[in-house]
């Protein structure tokens, strides 16, 4: 088990340095002495499950990263991940539907960790396609290819330059673990598609301000200026459920707010629109 004390020691260490704690604090708060905290980094002690997944809660991690986290130690993983296609997620679904339906005649839709599109109301599923050529429309689901991509959204997006170092900042932070190929690949891409500026400023830290993305939208006599916020589910028990997001947009102004009346005020009846799958973000 030598090997695995030294595994799941790196981990805790490289996480209590991301997340800016001494041993002492990681120790005090997770009940722990600094001395056995100590150990358990250099690899000298043995964590026990329990201790591993008390260590992930203080540090705040994910439910898969607290899965990375039992395996390095030896253990099976806890947090089940189940695919939202499963008929066990029926329900859970049918809940997701009727939060998207709720917010219309404003577009809405569900994501995964990847950016996939897995749910939408009816007036999603009308006005994001408009946004992206035919072509790169029929062979992709993908949020962030559909906006990054040269034949994708951003060609009608004015403020183009703040959304794109916005999105590229929550795409590294999301995407960024070598852990995750399919993430990894789907960044590589959306890197290649960015400008050197916006890769530039990616790693900055987010401000409160970015918890609103405002857009502004000039298209074929269409001009919108709306803002976007990313919703989670709270504290859920799965993988999955965890690293899903709902994104919702809004008129900025009166003059958006009759804009979108007039060209999509017809949707406002719910209708379920799912892209609900098995879908991957390697690069095309």
Same mark, same amino acid.
């Given at each position: 088990m030598a090997n695995a004390a030294t595994s799941v020691g790196r981990r805790i260490h490289a996480w209590r340095?991301?997340?800016?704690?001494?041993?002492?604090?990681? +120790?005090?708060?997770?009940?722990?002495?600094? $001395?056995?905290?100590?150990?358990?980094?250099?690899?000298? +002690?043995?964590p026990s499950r329990e201790a591993v997944l008390a260590l992930g809660e203080v540090l705040d991690l994910? @439910?898969?990263?607290?899965? $990375? @986290? =039992?395996?390095?130690?030896?253990?099976?993983?806890?947090?089940?991940?189940?695919?939202?296609?499963?008929?066990?997620?029926?329900h859970m679904r049918g809940m997701?539907?009727? &939060?998207?339906?709720?917010?219309?005649?404003?577009?809405?839709?569900?994501?995964?960790?990847?950016?996939? =599109?897995?749910?939408?109301?009816?007036? +999603?599923?009308?006005?994001l396609?408009? !946004? &992206?050529?035919?072509?790169?429309? +029929?062979r992709n689901n993908n949020i962030l290819r559909a906006t990054f991509h040269p034949e994708g959204s951003r060609?009608? &997006?004015?403020?183009?330059?703040?959304?794109? $170092?916005?999105?590229?900042?929550?795409?590294?932070?999301?995407?960024?673990?070598?852990?995750?190929?399919?993430?990894?690949? =789907?960044?590589?891409? &959306?890197?290649?598609?960015?400008s050197a500026s916006a890769a530039a400023d990616?790693?900055?830290?987010?401000?409160?301000?970015? !918890?609103?993305?405002p857009l502004h939208i000039s298209m074929r006599g269409l001009d919108l200026r709306l803002f976007s916020t990313i919703m989670t589910l709270c504290t859920p028990h799965d993988v999955t459920l965890q690293e899903l997001r709902i994104e919702t947009f809004f008129p900025a102004d009166q003059e958006s707010e009759r804009c979108w009346q007039q060209n999509f005020g017809e949707c406002a009846a719910p209708a379920s629109t799912a892209f609900v799958g098995t879908h991957h973000s390697s690069p095309r």
């Open positions: 340095q991301t997340r800016g704690l001494s041993q002492f604090e990681l +120790a005090s708060r997770a009940g722990f002495s600094v $001395r056995h905290v100590s150990f358990i980094e250099t690899g000298r +002690a043995q994910s @439910l898969r990263e607290r899965n $990375r @986290l =039992l395996e390095s130690a030896g253990f099976a993983h806890v947090f089940r991940e189940t695919p939202i296609s499963a008929d066990e997620m029926a997701l539907q009727f &939060i998207l339906d709720r917010h219309l005649p404003y577009a809405a839709v569900a994501l995964d960790r990847h950016s996939n =599109l897995l749910l939408s109301n009816r007036t +999603a599923g009308q006005f396609p408009t !946004l &992206i050529s035919p072509a790169l429309s +029929a060609r009608w &997006i004015v403020n183009w330059p703040e959304v794109e $170092r916005h999105l590229l900042s929550r795409a590294e932070l999301d995407l960024g673990s070598p852990e995750d190929p399919v993430g990894a690949a =789907l960044l590589a891409e &959306i890197r290649s598609y960015a990616s790693h900055t830290a987010p401000r409160p301000g970015d !918890l609103l993305l």
